[in-house]
């Protein structure tokens, strides 16, 4: 039962469904990366970013604290249920008998969610904060506070009341701070010019940095202009509230540093090979409000690199329809498999370059396992295939379903090919099962199953020259009949997702025994809150001029 169950579902998730429209129009504006509209040279850096190193290899930070009405929004929708969650946890730290840290958190924070509250305990409103790198290790996080000395009391407080017993405290330059020694990595915190300091690393990079960790020394060559930064939202439409980079060669560099290691001429040779094609991660956020919450990450890459992505790129007939009538839930994309394949391969022989020239036997490693997999020939029929269509418009369950199984669904999916009739035939001479399902090749929808699909719904099937497509309900069906030998006139995104995450939590809250779930009443509560606060989301993963992109949107309602 528990495999037709599993059968079924993955049979209703390869269909989707969308509006009738043209099959190959343009996707719909909140799957597509939107550049925050921000004038960087108006921008203060805060004071923490003086403390950066200029040749860090990572760094996250940000110039404007998140919106204090985006919080407001969220207690609002969640302050019920996180009040609740609290009182269970007091209950289980009183059931113990005993002082516990969590209980006297829960005391602190105790009427205080709010910014008033927050500020009473010394900490901001309204924080910025930095995290960064002093080499690969120590890895720094600083977080302004309202008042640095309060929130040392807090956590003193929080400690007695608790029945803990915080370290001593350590004293350089005349700034206090605790630390906690272990094995491998060692933490540091500490409290001054109204910031909270926490690092992490090994000793002996602990001891070296100690000066700047604390912050009584700064950086000769250091970020407190905000420049590095500020040139990132420019060039990638990032945001004030949250952007990074993480830099390819330093971090290979500082990795044989933090080793004790020097590499070799031909190691760093590999390296800047390795850095010319990949020289940066970048991430960030374009959008923080009450509206919605946008931002993602680009893989900076080579000009040949992202010409040569840009080459994996098909067209993909019904996903931009399929995606853009607000479905329940849909997803595609398309890539070029067999062109991947030869990229793919050129990719392992780097990293086996830079495995053997810097003498690493887990990249070569890592190198032979993906050469393994990868030089292998793509089988016949898995090569024909270039992108692919799921979508479900819309589901329904009711208090009589069996378990699992909707009483309707409207849906469709397609899966494209250069040649879909050979794809089928031999997919059918690979799995002679599949002849039973009836599947015609004509370019016409059929009913296919012949009764043997243990749903209550009919499934049309149908082959054109570059099609293979499904449909469940009257729109799919409209879809499919439209799609089935359209041709497509526009490249894809390599992947692309369109979903109502509040419509589909409202659905979980309201028929949790239809996913499958038993959760306790405070999750469903949770889950109906997060319905009525959030609407779409969707991502994405695609390439343009700046290298491989990936993005994330959710709506707040």
């Not at 120590?138 to 017993?165: S, W």
């Not at 090994?202 to 020394?217: C, F, K, N, R």
């Not at 700064?218 to 990132?232: E, H, I, R, S, Y």
């Not at 059918?428 to 012949?450: F, I, N, R, W, Y």
Request: include cysteine; proline fraction near 6%; charge should be neutral.
């Amino acid at each position: 039962m528990m495999t037709l169950r599993v059968g079924v579902l993955v049979l209703v998730a390869v269909l989707g469904c969308k509006k009738d429209s043209s099959i190959d129009q343009a996707l719909p504006v909140e799957l597509k990366p939107k550049p925050a509209i921000v004038d960087s040279s108006k921008l203060k850096a805060p004071a923490l970013f003086a403390h950066i190193p200029a040749d860090s290899p990572y760094v996250i930070g940000s110039f404007e604290a998140v919106p204090l009405d985006y919080y407001a929004k969220m207690k609002r929708a969640l302050g019920p249920s996180v009040d609740q969650m609290l009182r269970q946890l007091r209950a289980l730290a009183e059931d113990d008998g005993k002082p516990s840290v969590l209980d006297a958190i829960l005391d602190e924070l105790d009427g205080k969610l709010t910014s008033q509250g927050l500020e009473s305990l010394g900490f901001s409103a309204t924080p910025r904060f930095a995290i960064y790198g002093l080499g690969l290790l120590p890895v720094v996080f600083r977080l302004e506070v309202k008042d640095h000395k309060a929130v040392q009391a807090t956590i003193e407080r929080v400690a007695k009341k608790g029945g803990a017993t915080l370290p001593a405290t350590a004293t350089r330059d005349g700034r206090d701070y605790w630390r906690v020694p272990s094995r491998e990595l060692d933490v540091v915190v500490a409290l001054g010019d109204n910031q909270l300091v926490i690092a992490i690393g090994p000793a002996a990079s602990i001891d070296q940095s100690l000066p700047l960790i604390l912050g009584t020394e700064q950086p000769p060559q250091n970020m407190a202009d905000g420049k590095a930064l500020a040139d990132l939202m420019s060039k990638h439409g990032f945001g004030p509230h949250l952007v990074g980079f993480a830099d390819t060669k330093r971090i290979a560099m500082q990795a044989f540093t933090l080793a004790g290691v020097q590499p070799s001429a031909a190691c760093t040779t590999e390296i800047d090979r390795l850095a010319s094609n990949i020289p940066r991660i970048v991430m960030g956020y374009s959008e923080i409000s009450t509206k919605r919450a946008s931002g993602g990450a680009v893989i900076e890459l080579s000009q040949a690199w992202i010409d040569e992505l840009k080459a994996l790129k098909t067209e993909v007939p019904a996903l931009g329809a399929a995606l853009s009538d607000e479905p329940l839930v849909a997803m595609g994309g398309g890539l070029d498999l067999a062109r991947a394949y030869r990229h793919g391969q050129s990719l392992v022989s780097m990293l086996n370059r830079l495995g053997e020239a810097c003498d690493s036997a887990k990249l070569r490693e890592t190198a032979e396992h993906l050469g393994t997999a990868i030089m292998r020939p793509l089988p016949e029929p898995i090569a024909k295939i270039t992108g692919g269509v799921i979508a479900i418009q819309d589901i329904s369950f009711s208090a009589k379903s069996r378990k699992g199984i909707p009483d309707s669904v409207e849906a469709f999916a397609l899966l494209a090919s250069t040649d879909a009739k050979g794809l089928v035939e031999a997919a059918m001479d690979l799995a002679p099962a599949l002849s039973a399902l009836g599947l015609e090749t004509d370019g016409k929808l059929h009913e296919v199953g012949g009764g043997m699909l243990p749903i209550p719904f009919a499934v049309l099937a149908g082959v054109g020259d570059r099609a293979v497509v499904l449909a469940i309900g009257d729109k799919g069906k409209r879809l499919a009949n439209k799609a089935i030998d359209a041709p497509g006139n526009s490249k894809v995104p390599f992947f692309v997702m369109s979903y109502d995450y509040g419509k589909f939590l409202a659905l979980r809250a309201r028929m949790p025994d239809a996913f499958g779930a038993d959760e306790p009443a405070i999750d469903q509560d949770v889950n109906r809150r997060l319905s009525e606060l959030f609407g779409r989301a969707g991502a994405s993963v695609d390439i343009n001029d700046k290298g491989l992109v990936m993005w994330g949107t959710i709506e707040m309602k």
